[in-house]
């Protein structure tokens, strides 16, 4: 098994498993490998180094006249951790809600006028559909689902 650090052209980062540098080729060369974030389909591989799976227990404390190691979190966040926290938002979100799907603007009305109980919902609404929502003072967020979320997750 191979494991390919890949870049979309959005320049969004992310894992690719394969079984072979061929199966790798063969698939990217038929856009089947899609950004999990934007579901850009033009993806490059990065480099990577090799990774050694050493036996045996090591040592950690650093040695003497060694300048004191950092622990607190990084003042600035890579895009991968940004990356991972959308990720993880979006996750909680779909785990959160209700999928009302198209019924998404009338489940809305329901909820805001009483007639259901209130809880939340997640669906599909046109940009016209959430502007006549607003317009009746009901808040919605437009917010993009990364492809694969939006149903079952393996």
Same mark, same amino acid.
């Given at each position: 098994m191979k494991v390919l650090n890949l870049r979309c052209a959005n320049g969004h980062g992310f894992e690719g498993w394969f079984t072979s540098e061929d199966?790798?080729?063969?698939?990217?060369g038929r856009a089947l490998i899609e950004c999990?974030?934007? @579901?850009?389909?033009?993806? @490059?591989?990065? =480099?990577? @180094? =090799?990774?050694?799976?050493?036996?045996?227990?090591?040592?950690?404390?650093?040695? =003497?006249?060694a300048p004191p190691v950092n622990t607190e979190p990084a003042a600035n966040t890579t895009p991968e951790q940004v990356q991972a926290a959308y990720l993880h938002?979006?996750?909680?979100?779909? @785990?959160?809600?209700?999928d009302v799907g198209p019924r998404f603007p009338e489940e809305a009305r329901r909820i805001h006028y009483g007639e259901v109980p209130n809880r939340g919902i997640?669906?599909?609404?046109? =940009?016209?559909?959430?502007?006549?929502?607003?317009d009746e003072g009901i808040d919605t967020m437009a917010l993009a689902v990364p492809r694969g979320l939006d149903g079952p997750v393996q």
């Open positions: 199966d790798f080729l063969s698939q990217n999990p974030l934007c @579901a850009d389909r033009v993806i @490059a591989r990065l =480099p990577s @180094a =090799p990774r050694l799976n050493l036996s045996g227990a090591r040592d950690l404390t650093p040695p =003497p006249g938002g979006i996750r909680q979100l779909l @785990a959160r809600t209700e997640r669906g599909h609404a046109t =940009p016209q559909e959430r502007e006549a929502l607003r």
